[in-house]
């Protein structure tokens, strides 16, 4: 094949110059300032919008693109101030109508004429950086209208005239409102801002700060909180119908500030009706909504959490000091169980379980009932009723309920070795007096101490049911293997394991000879028996309770009758008593609180046993820090035994010394506060 020579094309210039009539931008824009004219007076059905957009079109395209915008701007700046001249006149509630008509007609005209011009709002606009008519549209409605000088302050007065008369119950045109509020939010945020959310925050906090005056002077605090809370919840309605999003929090803040925020102390105080009144009376609804309400404002929760603090610690500390609740141990922890009950319902129901108020509650507790050096030995007295007598007939489910409250109360004592000790006594009589109800019970709630306090702390009382099983089948064995004393005497033999069981001192029990010397009528003294039995004075003055003052077991009558058992008594055999069984049981009494005398001794008991724990603590501490000072030694030990007892500080360096002398630890030969571990 030839090759075929390449041919470059050129194209030239149209040769003949297109010459515009000189008069063509000014017949041009005639036609276009009539179409806009026609659109304003709503004479647009006989207009050719293809042929305007082509005459827009072209005056663009023949650079006279800022002779079509400058007379944009020109034309319907003279249009608005028509439209201003009609809005101004009228008069009345007419005003925000006609304004709201005519804001209507000058979008839709914006939107035609938006379409006339579109080439020139995509090229030249852009190119001169000039504004785009549809925000132009909206700029000269602003600059015109809304800031004209007789419309502007009306406006706005009006406005908020129609808030007030809403607030004030009456009914206003909320559809209106919401338009008239949209119009200055579709001019900017600025508009809305400066023309209308500004003033408006500045009467409401006027208004609510008079409304709450005369409110908190007339009102108890639950109506006056009702009231609040209904006047908040209008405010974020009214946001919702016909105010900007943005709004509501900054509405709310000023309602919050002047109706919560500037009262909180007087509210919280008001006499009669207050939060104290409130928790007294167990007013859940208005507990909630103060809850609700003050969360609201800074400061809110800790203040109510405060009052309520004060006030819970008040009513704690005359609670356990009362002289007679201190009467009844079982009533005195009943009542423990009553309040914290109360305050739990509260928290949940009106609080909205909110942990703040369950931790300042647990702290209120501990407080209280550490200020009664008694508050061990009568939870473990209540532990004991229960499980004595007070648990029959009740369900698994409630048993546990009332050992998860009894483990509750048990938390916040701080000396929970003294705790140990009683419940050690109290469950050992239960045991040996086989009077309690339930074995279940009994483990249950050793198992929840064990949970709480670690295997060294049940270990005994676990062995203690181990000495009762292994007793038990002893005793049947020895039945089986001697089956002729079928028909005698009952014989019970307890085999005890020495440290599982407290210690009881070796007291002899001198019991008469033949039990047939009872029935000759012979007349005894409370000292003489005393005397004859050398049993120790608490369990003999039980004895005789059991014997002669429980009805259905008087098997001896006493003179004078009554339930305490005192130096003059006398005492004989009951002639009159029946039973319809061979053998009666006759238990001893319930144990009560301890005399003053046998607390002192469970004292000196537990401080006794106290000090192994504290030395074997600073061995410990001092192993793996080998040298301490002696304020850090008294903190580590403190920290490590706080789950038992509060050790004390003194006891504490005593046992030091006790170590230094048995050269376990050595002082420090330049500072004397500094303690070195010997290995």
Same mark, same amino acid.
Request: glycine residues 4%; aromatic residues 8%.
């Given at each position: 094949?030839?090759?075929?020579?390449?041919?470059? *094309?050129? =194209?030239?210039?149209?040769?003949?110059?297109?010459?515009? !009539?000189?008069?063509?931008?000014?017949?041009?824009?005639?036609?276009?300032?009539? #179409? @806009?004219?026609?659109?304003?007076?709503?004479?647009?059905?006989?207009?050719? *919008?293809?042929?305007?957009?082509? %005459? #827009?079109?072209?005056?663009?395209?023949?650079?006279?693109?800022?002779?079509?915008?400058?007379?944009?701007? #020109?034309?319907?700046?003279?249009?608005?101030?028509?439209?201003?001249?009609?809005?101004?006149?009228?008069?009345?509630?007419? *005003?925000?109508?006609?304004?709201?008509?005519?804001?209507?007609?000058?979008?839709?005209?914006?939107?035609?004429?938006?379409?006339?011009?579109?080439?020139?709002?995509?090229?030249?606009?852009?190119?001169?950086?000039?504004?785009?008519?549809?925000?132009?549209?909206?700029?000269?409605?602003?600059? %015109?209208?809304?800031?004209?000088?007789?419309?502007?302050?009306?406006?706005?007065?009006?406005?908020?005239?129609?808030?007030?008369?809403?607030?004030?119950?009456?009914?206003?045109?909320?559809?209106?409102?919401? %338009?008239?509020?949209?119009?200055?939010?579709?001019?900017?945020?600025?508009?809305?801002?400066?023309?209308?959310?500004?003033?408006?925050?500045?009467?409401?906090?006027?208004?609510?700060?008079?409304?709450?005056?005369?409110?908190?002077?007339?009102? $108890?605090?639950?109506?006056?909180?009702?009231?609040?809370?209904?006047?908040?919840? &209008? &405010?974020?309605?009214?946001?919702?119908?016909?105010?900007?999003?943005?709004?509501?929090?900054?509405?709310?803040?000023?309602?919050?500030?002047?109706?919560?925020?500037?009262?909180? +102390?007087? +509210?919280?105080?008001?006499?009669?009706?207050?939060?104290?009144?409130?928790?007294?009376?167990?007013?859940? $609804?208005?507990?909630?909504?103060?809850?609700?309400?003050?969360?609201?404002?800074?400061?809110?929760?800790?203040?109510?959490?405060?009052?309520?603090?004060?006030?819970?610690? &008040?009513?704690?500390?005359?609670?356990?000091?009362?002289?007679?609740?201190?009467?009844?141990?079982?009533?005195?922890?009943?009542?423990?169980?009553?309040?914290? !009950?109360?305050?739990?319902?509260?928290?949940?129901?009106?609080?909205?379980?909110?942990?703040?108020?369950?931790?300042?509650?647990?702290?209120?507790? &501990?407080?209280?009932?550490?200020?009664?050096?008694?508050?061990?030995?009568?939870?473990?007295?209540?532990?004991?009723?229960?499980?004595?007598?007070?648990?029959?007939?009740?369900?698994?489910?409630?048993?546990?309920?009332?050992?998860?409250?009894?483990?509750?109360?048990?938390?916040?004592?701080?000396?929970?070795?003294?705790?140990?000790?009683?419940?050690?006594?109290?469950?050992?009589?239960?045991?040996?007096?086989?009077?309690?109800?339930?074995?279940?019970?009994?483990?249950? +709630?050793?198992?929840?101490?064990?949970?709480?306090?670690?295997?060294?702390?049940?270990?005994?009382?676990?062995?203690?049911?181990?000495?009762?099983?292994?007793?038990?089948?002893?005793?049947?064995?020895?039945?089986?293997?001697?089956?002729?004393?079928? $028909?005698?005497?009952?014989?019970?033999?307890?085999?005890?394991?020495?440290?599982?069981?407290?210690?009881?001192?070796?007291?002899?029990?001198?019991?008469?000879?033949?039990?047939?010397?009872?029935?000759?009528?012979?007349?005894?003294?409370?000292?003489?028996?005393?005397?004859?039995?050398?049993?120790?004075?608490?369990?003999?003055?039980?004895?005789?309770?059991?014997?002669?003052?429980?009805?259905?077991?008087?098997?001896?009558?006493?003179?004078?009758?009554?339930?305490?058992?005192?130096?003059?008594?006398? *005492?004989?055999?009951?002639?009159?008593?029946?039973?319809?069984?061979?053998?009666?049981? @006759?238990?001893?009494?319930?144990?009560?609180?301890?005399?003053?005398?046998?607390?002192?001794?469970?004292?000196?008991?537990?401080?006794? !046993?106290?000090?192994?724990?504290?030395?074997?603590?600073?061995?410990? @501490?001092?192993?793996?820090?080998?040298?301490?000072?002696?304020?850090? =030694? =008294?903190?580590?030990?403190?920290?490590?035994?706080?789950?038992?007892?509060?050790?004390?500080?003194?006891?504490?360096?005593?046992?030091?010394?006790?170590?230094?002398?048995?050269?376990?630890?050595?002082?420090?030969?330049?500072?004397?506060?500094?303690?070195?571990?010997?290995?």
């Amino acid at each position: 094949m030839s090759n075929q020579k390449k041919r470059n *094309f050129q =194209i030239d210039a149209f040769k003949h110059r297109v010459v515009v !009539d000189p008069k063509y931008a000014d017949k041009t824009w005639k036609i276009l300032e009539h #179409a @806009i004219h026609e659109i304003y007076n709503h004479n647009a059905s006989g207009l050719s *919008f293809e042929e305007l957009y082509r %005459n #827009a079109y072209n005056m663009v395209l023949h650079k006279f693109g800022e002779k079509l915008y400058n007379g944009l701007v #020109a034309t319907m700046t003279s249009h608005l101030k028509e439209i201003s001249k009609s809005i101004e006149a009228a008069q009345g509630d007419s *005003f925000l109508e006609e304004l709201n008509r005519k804001w209507n007609d000058h979008n839709k005209a914006l939107q035609m004429i938006r379409d006339i011009l579109m080439y020139m709002d995509r090229t030249y606009i852009p190119s001169v950086h000039k504004t785009p008519v549809h925000e132009l549209g909206l700029n000269l409605w602003r600059d %015109n209208i809304i800031h004209s000088s007789k419309i502007q302050t009306r406006l706005q007065n009006t406005l908020l005239e129609l808030v007030h008369r809403e607030r004030t119950g009456e009914v206003i045109d909320r559809g209106l409102m919401r %338009n008239i509020v949209k119009m200055l939010m579709d001019l900017g945020s600025s508009v809305y801002q400066e023309d209308f959310e500004k003033p408006f925050l500045e009467v409401s906090a006027e208004f609510y700060s008079g409304e709450s005056q005369k409110f908190i002077e007339c009102c $108890d605090c639950g109506d006056y909180l009702k009231k609040a809370e209904k006047r908040l919840n &209008e &405010e974020i309605e009214r946001v919702t119908h016909y105010l900007d999003s943005k709004s509501e929090v900054r509405i709310n803040n000023v309602v919050e500030k002047e109706m919560i925020a500037n009262h909180m +102390l007087r +509210l919280v105080h008001m006499e009669n009706s207050g939060l104290v009144n409130m928790l007294l009376d167990d007013k859940f $609804d208005d507990l909630g909504r103060m809850y609700n309400l003050f969360r609201r404002v800074p400061d809110g929760l800790s203040t109510i959490r405060e009052v309520m603090t004060s006030h819970l610690r &008040e009513t704690g500390k005359q609670l356990v000091s009362d002289p007679e609740r201190l009467k009844d141990p079982v009533e005195f922890v009943q009542c423990l169980l009553d309040e914290k !009950d109360k305050y739990d319902s509260i928290i949940s129901n009106a609080f909205n379980n909110d942990k703040t108020f369950q931790n300042a509650l647990n702290s209120s507790f &501990e407080y209280f009932i550490n200020l009664n050096t008694r508050s061990p030995e009568f939870i473990s007295l209540f532990v004991d009723d229960k499980l004595r007598k007070g648990l029959k007939g009740v369900s698994e489910e409630d048993v546990e309920i009332i050992l998860d409250k009894v483990m509750m109360l048990f938390r916040y004592l701080q000396e929970k070795d003294v705790f140990e000790k009683y419940y050690k006594q109290h469950l050992a009589k239960r045991l040996l007096s086989g009077k309690t109800v339930s074995d279940d019970a009994e483990r249950s +709630l050793i198992v929840k101490l064990k949970t709480e306090c670690g295997y060294q702390f049940t270990s005994k009382l676990e062995g203690m049911f181990t000495d009762m099983k292994t007793s038990q089948d002893t005793m049947q064995g020895f039945y089986a293997s001697h089956p002729e004393l079928g $028909d005698g005497p009952t014989l019970v033999v307890q085999v005890l394991t020495t440290g599982s069981w407290p210690t009881q001192p070796g007291v002899p029990c001198n019991l008469p000879a033949e039990m047939s010397a009872l029935c000759e009528k012979f007349r005894l003294g409370y000292k003489e028996i005393e005397q004859a039995t050398e049993i120790p004075t608490a369990d003999l003055k039980r004895c005789l309770q059991s014997m002669a003052c429980v009805k259905g077991k008087n098997v001896l009558r006493k003179e004078p009758m009554s339930k305490d058992i005192g130096e003059e008594d006398a *005492f004989f055999v009951n002639d009159k008593f029946t039973s319809k069984f061979y053998k009666v049981k @006759i238990g001893t009494v319930v144990a009560q609180k301890e005399s003053e005398p046998e607390k002192q001794e469970t004292r000196q008991r537990v401080e006794e !046993d106290r000090k192994p724990q504290i030395e074997a603590a600073v061995v410990r @501490i001092m192993k793996s820090r080998r040298v301490l000072d002696h304020n850090n =030694i =008294i903190t580590e030990v403190t920290k490590q035994l706080q789950s038992r007892f509060l050790a004390n500080p003194t006891e504490i360096k005593k046992r030091i010394e006790s170590l230094i002398e048995r050269d376990f630890l050595e002082r420090d030969s330049v500072d004397r506060k500094l303690y070195r571990y010997l290995a």
